[in-house]
């Protein structure tokens, strides 16, 4: 349990406590992001160079394009 705050009454956290709280949330979540981001380049990378029907397949069925389909037209 945290120490009491000396500028208020009780056991709650000081304001300083609770932005460094939000602060490494935000470092930790940025960090995730970018490491997602890198992860995911790298993997399609690979499937482009060494399964290249699975790197269409990928391409064609696109999760962020609504009319994406894995069909060939």
Same mark, same amino acid.
């Given at each position: 349990?945290?120490?009491? *705050? +000396?500028?208020? %009454?009780?056991?709650?956290? *000081?304001? !300083?406590?609770?932005? #460094?709280?939000?602060?490494?949330?935000?470092? =930790?979540?940025?960090? =995730?992001?970018?490491?997602?981001?890198?992860? #995911?380049?790298? =993997?399609?990378? =690979?499937?482009?160079?060494?399964? +290249?029907?699975? !790197?269409?397949?990928?391409?064609?069925?696109? +999760? !962020?394009?609504?009319?994406? %389909?894995?069909?060939?037209?």
């Amino acid at each position: 349990m945290a120490p009491a *705050c +000396p500028r208020t %009454s009780g056991a709650g956290r *000081c304001g !300083f406590e609770i932005a #460094l709280i939000g602060l490494s949330f935000v470092i =930790y979540a940025v960090k =995730y992001a970018l490491f997602f981001g890198q992860w #995911l380049v790298t =993997y399609v990378e =690979y499937l482009q160079r060494n399964y +290249p029907y699975l !790197f269409s397949l990928a391409m064609r069925s696109n +999760p !962020f394009d609504e009319t994406a %389909s894995p069909v060939v037209r």
